[in-house]
């Protein structure tokens, strides 16, 4: 069975960093893309980047929103997804998801989330 | 970047009922087009890719289908745990976008 568990949220200061982690079990990590969604209290789903597999270089896909602040990255020695956000501002503030990415990269598993709270 | 637009936003159903949701692309997206489920307090969870193609473990009550620019999704046999909000996203392009959401209540 696939799980994915983030953790690493918390309450930051506006400007401050911080840095998530997603594990994987159930399936083969490396064969796959893996993407962060986030989701602000009360609001709908922002799409938040995406990072490649080894075959693509790790290569790296960002939101416009999060560009130039955030960098996906992954060990799949340790089947670990990461997401270091720096700068943070309180738009930042939400819950954020990892997920996996199959076939026609479509989203097949999500993990249950970790809340970020950017306040001063 | 392609805006996706569901309507209606809400919509309130009883038990038994079938209900649909549109979608709406800003642009054709051929059939890269995804249906997900967040019941309140949950995580999202993933029901349909390629616009019609149920996700493993999905029930059947549970049909999409479209292309192009225009998608729905249809729920069958509505019942108490099908309360939840429902989010459209396509994966076409980058960025990947979602609909704004459409909330499923039960009478």
């Known amino acids: 069975e696939v799980h994915l568990v983030e953790s690493g949220g918390g309450l930051v200061r506006p400007g401050w960093s911080l840095r998530l982690s997603c594990v994987a079990s159930g399936f083969s990590f490396s064969d796959h893309y893996m993407d962060w969604v986030r989701q602000a209290p009360g609001k709908g789903l922002e799409w938040v980047g995406r990072?490649?597999?080894?075959?693509?270089?790790?290569?790296?896909e960002y939101a416009a929103s999060v560009k130039g602040r955030f960098t996906i990255s992954r060990d799949d020695s340790k089947n670990s997804l990461f997401l270091q956000m720096n700068s943070l501002k309180t738009e930042d503030t939400a819950v954020y998801y990892c997920t996996r990415v199959s076939g026609d990269s479509h989203f097949d598993n999500w993990g249950q989330g970790t809340l970020v709270a950017v306040s001063s | 970047d392609i805006q996706m637009t569901q309507s209606p936003s809400s919509l309130s159903a009883s038990v038994g009922d079938r209900v649909t949701i549109t979608c709406r692309a800003s642009q054709d997206i051929s059939s890269r087009l995804a249906w997900f489920q967040q019941k309140p307090g949950k995580a999202p969870e993933s029901l349909i890719y390629?616009?019609?193609t149920l996700q493993s473990g999905v029930p059947s009550k549970f049909s999409g289908s479209g292309s192009g620019t225009d998608f729905t999704l249809t729920i069958n046999s509505l019942q108490p745990e099908d309360l939840a909000t429902y989010y459209c996203?396509?994966?076409?392009?980058?960025?990947?976008?979602f609909g704004q959401g459409t909330r499923l209540e039960i009478k």
């Open positions: 996203q396509q994966y076409k392009s980058y960025p990947i976008t």
């Open positions: 390629a616009a019609s």
């Open positions: 990072i490649r597999k080894k075959f693509n270089l790790y290569s790296t």
